[in-house]
């Protein structure tokens, strides 16, 4: 699917659930997200983990409403499940996407501005760059016998630093390898929008309605 | 084709306060349409300055022109659509790190080619030529970031060739790149040079292996007020006299049975991705000696150091002082041993030049050794007018040199260095040796230094190391 329009009926589904209370279509839809991300064939500690973290949340956000609100149990089960779903959807989108096919089709789908997209592919390709680099401040700072703890505004102090740094590089960088801002470019791999992109989007928010509005009604 | 003429520039990075100190200072030069220049001067003096300037990236990206204009037939750079002007302009940068915004190698030349508005199907073609051009058609679908700094500036050539500019600049593109890789993009600039008729403008310390290739030579002063074309009389006495010691000729000695070994590898195992890096049954490094590393780019030198320092894993066994390095805290590792970055930037912890050296003196071992000798060793690199100054600001050379000197006060008893010797000119490279010989015996250390810069080391080194298919050998000579 297209991966702007993935990412909008993402986040519709998730608008939409943030303001209905069927606890059951919040499982259904954590549901087909697991089986969406278990077709990208994930590792099994990611997937640990996407069952293990969102409990935390959930479990602590049903506890509260069950013990310090009377709104009762199916309003904590609601809420339980709508984490999950939340999490779960999120993933199927993200794990079946490339950052960079994301990045291409919202600069040339969703228009957005293309310094808005390169900018933001070039802090994604930083991400492993900054993990390295605050080892090394540390490392630098023992070197220099001064311990830097991840409280330390040092440490902060010098990770901004070097990304102020990158960032301007990176500008040269784009600059000098002719990128303009808002001037058109052209594009080696063009990313379409087919009809079935958009129908895939319609008839999952129809079938929403209708799993959302026929449990409703029950 | 394209004719570059730089008229009475003065150019000034603003300082907070409202200053305007001048980094050029009414300089001006001619260079002439298809020919190959070499830009030369000591580190500080305004040469990359200069470079940006020529490219347009300054002032856009900072600092402020005071007098003055630079054109490209006769039309003032500023004023050139910024479209066009990266048609007609392509700049590689001294750090082969900070060029790049895509991911891999053939991303980043489709994203080129793409600000340039190609057709798409024209692109792939150009992709092709420009990597064989180079040479490195093995690394087009290679990650960037794990490319070595030789191999970095190979693709950098790449994405200027596919871009297809008339003007080439290139600021100290050479500070990182071993000897071959070093030879290899000379002479494809040549023959840019000389098929194409690219006007190209080079800056470098080492002015050796250019007397054959180039039409002139400008030499810029330290202050950056004074930019001047040599005749070629003077040219080919300055290149006649800027000779790299002739090192191979120089002989060494090898370690003998009286060394006692400081750091001890054994049947270490070293990878970048799915790249075998380094293969080492057994090797030592010896206490008290200077021992020198050398092999050609991306053979794992840089990496070995980091992992001798704890900040890359490894397979087998690194001891340094009979301690495991991987089973060592970092804290109790760094008492024992220093590594000296190759990024100045990634040393400083602090602001100002009198901070970082503050925190040295503070921290270190030898206190009572630095103490009366500090302001001496600061003449001496001619850091001593500085202090004040934020870090950051400082020039790649003077860095360097701040970098070497805070890391030698901290006195523990081994040191690695990465490269220490990069963007140093003549002057200052003689100094920051003298420096370190005097600290090593003084304070009986033992060095390991990366370097391709080989210049003037014999008097510095006890031993060379070379790595080359994944294994380490001391050899006898320096060549």
Request: charged share 15%; with cysteine; glycine share 4%.
């Given at each position: 699917?297209?991966?702007?329009?993935?990412?909008?009926?993402?986040?519709?589904?998730?608008?939409?659930?943030?303001?209905?209370?069927?606890?059951?279509?919040?499982?259904?839809?954590?549901?087909?997200?697991?089986?969406?991300?278990?077709?990208?064939?994930?590792?099994?500690?990611?997937?640990a983990l996407l069952f293990v973290v969102p409990l935390i949340p959930a479990v602590a956000l049903a506890v509260a409403i069950l013990l310090q609100s009377n709104a009762g149990t199916h309003f904590a089960l609601v809420l339980f499940t709508r984490i999950y779903a939340y999490v779960f959807v999120g993933s199927a989108a993200t794990l079946t996407t490339q950052v960079s096919d994301l990045v291409m089709s919202l600069e040339q789908n969703a228009h957005i501005p293309s310094k808005f997209a390169y900018g933001f592919l070039g802090a994604f390709n930083l991400l492993p760059k900054i993990i390295s680099e605050v080892n090394i401040i540390r490392a630098a700072g023992n070197m220099r016998g001064q311990q830097l703890h991840f409280w330390s505004p040092q440490l902060y102090f010098k990770a901004i630093l070097a990304s102020l740094s990158w960032s301007e590089n990176l500008a040269e960088a784009m600059t000098s390898h002719g990128f303009v801002e808002d001037a058109p470019r052209s594009y080696y791999t063009q990313i379409q929008i087919r009809w079935w992109d958009w129908g895939i989007l319609i008839v999952s928010l129809a079938l929403l309605q209708v799993a959302l509005f026929g449990l409703h009604l029950q | 084709m394209a004719t570059i003429s730089v008229d009475h520039l003065s150019f000034s990075y603003p300082t907070e306060d409202g200053q305007t100190p001048l980094i050029l200072s009414d300089i001006s030069a001619t260079f002439a349409s298809g020919a190959f220049t070499l830009l030369t001067g000591p580190s500080g003096s305004g040469k990359s300055t200069l470079m940006k300037l020529i490219s347009g990236l300054y002032p856009h990206f900072a600092g402020k022109v005071m007098a003055g204009t630079i054109t490209i037939d006769q039309r003032p750079v500023s004023q050139i659509d910024e479209t066009k002007r990266s048609q007609m302009v392509a700049m590689m940068f001294q750090n082969p790190n900070q060029q790049f915004a895509m991911d891999t190698v053939e991303r980043e030349l489709i994203f080129a080619l793409e600000n340039q508005q190609l057709a798409p199907a024209d692109m792939m073609p150009k992709v092709d030529a420009a990597l064989t051009y180079v040479g490195i058609e093995a690394l087009r679908h290679r990650k960037l970031n794990s490319l070595s700094g030789g191999e970095k500036q190979k693709v950098a050539l790449a994405v200027i060739i596919a871009m297809d500019t008339d003007i080439i600049l290139l600021d100290e593109p050479f500070a990182s790149v071993d000897p071959d890789a070093r030879q290899l993009l000379l002479s494809k600039l040549v023959q840019l040079n000389q098929e194409r008729h690219k006007t190209i403008i080079i800056s470098d310390h080492d002015l050796e292996d250019y007397a054959p290739l180039i039409d002139n030579l400008y030499v810029l002063n330290a202050t950056g007020d004074q930019l001047r074309l040599l005749t070629p009389e003077e040219q080919s006495v300055k290149?006649?006299?800027?000779?790299?010691?002739?090192?191979?000729?120089?002989?060494?000695?090898a370690p003998d049975s009286s060394d006692e070994a400081s750091i001890i590898l054994h049947q270490l195992k070293l990878s970048a991705g799915e790249r075998t890096l380094i293969d080492q049954p057994d090797f030592r490094f010896y206490r008290h000696r200077i021992t020198l590393l050398t092999g050609p780019n991306g053979t794992g030198k840089s990496t070995l150091l980091s992992a001798l320092s704890k900040l890359t894993a490894y397979a087998g066994s690194i001891t340094v002082n009979h301690q495991e390095v991987s089973q060592l805290r970092s804290k109790q590792l760094f008492l024992q041993e220093g590594l000296v970055f190759q990024d100045a930037d990634q040393q400083f912890l602090n602001v100002t030049m009198a901070e970082e050296l503050a925190l040295s003196m503070k921290n270190s071992q030898k206190i009572d050794y630095f103490k009366p000798k500090l302001d001496a060793f600061l003449k001496q690199l001619q850091l001593d007018q500085l202090q004040d100054q934020v870090v950051y600001s400082l020039s790649g050379g003077q860095k360097k040199k701040l970098q070497i000197l805070e890391m030698l006060i901290m006195a523990t008893p081994i040191l690695l260095f990465d490269e220490p010797f990069t963007g140093l000119d003549f002057a200052s490279l003689q100094a920051i040796m003298a420096v370190m010989r005097q600290v090593a015996t003084d304070c009986q250390q033992t060095y390991l230094i990366v370097s391709h810069q080989l210049f003037g080391l014999e008097s510095l080194v006890d031993y060379h190391v070379t790595l080359d298919n994944q294994h380490l050998q001391y050899v006898e000579e320096l060549a």
């Amino acid at each position: 699917m297209n991966p702007s329009l993935k990412f909008l009926l993402a986040i519709l589904i998730a608008l939409e659930i943030s303001f209905t209370n069927v606890w059951m279509v919040n499982v259904l839809l954590a549901v087909i997200g697991l089986i969406i991300i278990l077709a990208s064939r994930p590792s099994i500690k990611r997937l640990a983990l996407l069952f293990v973290v969102p409990l935390i949340p959930a479990v602590a956000l049903a506890v509260a409403i069950l013990l310090q609100s009377n709104a009762g149990t199916h309003f904590a089960l609601v809420l339980f499940t709508r984490i999950y779903a939340y999490v779960f959807v999120g993933s199927a989108a993200t794990l079946t996407t490339q950052v960079s096919d994301l990045v291409m089709s919202l600069e040339q789908n969703a228009h957005i501005p293309s310094k808005f997209a390169y900018g933001f592919l070039g802090a994604f390709n930083l991400l492993p760059k900054i993990i390295s680099e605050v080892n090394i401040i540390r490392a630098a700072g023992n070197m220099r016998g001064q311990q830097l703890h991840f409280w330390s505004p040092q440490l902060y102090f010098k990770a901004i630093l070097a990304s102020l740094s990158w960032s301007e590089n990176l500008a040269e960088a784009m600059t000098s390898h002719g990128f303009v801002e808002d001037a058109p470019r052209s594009y080696y791999t063009q990313i379409q929008i087919r009809w079935w992109d958009w129908g895939i989007l319609i008839v999952s928010l129809a079938l929403l309605q209708v799993a959302l509005f026929g449990l409703h009604l029950q | 084709m394209a004719t570059i003429s730089v008229d009475h520039l003065s150019f000034s990075y603003p300082t907070e306060d409202g200053q305007t100190p001048l980094i050029l200072s009414d300089i001006s030069a001619t260079f002439a349409s298809g020919a190959f220049t070499l830009l030369t001067g000591p580190s500080g003096s305004g040469k990359s300055t200069l470079m940006k300037l020529i490219s347009g990236l300054y002032p856009h990206f900072a600092g402020k022109v005071m007098a003055g204009t630079i054109t490209i037939d006769q039309r003032p750079v500023s004023q050139i659509d910024e479209t066009k002007r990266s048609q007609m302009v392509a700049m590689m940068f001294q750090n082969p790190n900070q060029q790049f915004a895509m991911d891999t190698v053939e991303r980043e030349l489709i994203f080129a080619l793409e600000n340039q508005q190609l057709a798409p199907a024209d692109m792939m073609p150009k992709v092709d030529a420009a990597l064989t051009y180079v040479g490195i058609e093995a690394l087009r679908h290679r990650k960037l970031n794990s490319l070595s700094g030789g191999e970095k500036q190979k693709v950098a050539l790449a994405v200027i060739i596919a871009m297809d500019t008339d003007i080439i600049l290139l600021d100290e593109p050479f500070a990182s790149v071993d000897p071959d890789a070093r030879q290899l993009l000379l002479s494809k600039l040549v023959q840019l040079n000389q098929e194409r008729h690219k006007t190209i403008i080079i800056s470098d310390h080492d002015l050796e292996d250019y007397a054959p290739l180039i039409d002139n030579l400008y030499v810029l002063n330290a202050t950056g007020d004074q930019l001047r074309l040599l005749t070629p009389e003077e040219q080919s006495v300055k290149l006649a006299h800027f000779k790299r010691s002739h090192t191979h000729q120089v002989a060494l000695s090898a370690p003998d049975s009286s060394d006692e070994a400081s750091i001890i590898l054994h049947q270490l195992k070293l990878s970048a991705g799915e790249r075998t890096l380094i293969d080492q049954p057994d090797f030592r490094f010896y206490r008290h000696r200077i021992t020198l590393l050398t092999g050609p780019n991306g053979t794992g030198k840089s990496t070995l150091l980091s992992a001798l320092s704890k900040l890359t894993a490894y397979a087998g066994s690194i001891t340094v002082n009979h301690q495991e390095v991987s089973q060592l805290r970092s804290k109790q590792l760094f008492l024992q041993e220093g590594l000296v970055f190759q990024d100045a930037d990634q040393q400083f912890l602090n602001v100002t030049m009198a901070e970082e050296l503050a925190l040295s003196m503070k921290n270190s071992q030898k206190i009572d050794y630095f103490k009366p000798k500090l302001d001496a060793f600061l003449k001496q690199l001619q850091l001593d007018q500085l202090q004040d100054q934020v870090v950051y600001s400082l020039s790649g050379g003077q860095k360097k040199k701040l970098q070497i000197l805070e890391m030698l006060i901290m006195a523990t008893p081994i040191l690695l260095f990465d490269e220490p010797f990069t963007g140093l000119d003549f002057a200052s490279l003689q100094a920051i040796m003298a420096v370190m010989r005097q600290v090593a015996t003084d304070c009986q250390q033992t060095y390991l230094i990366v370097s391709h810069q080989l210049f003037g080391l014999e008097s510095l080194v006890d031993y060379h190391v070379t790595l080359d298919n994944q294994h380490l050998q001391y050899v006898e000579e320096l060549a």
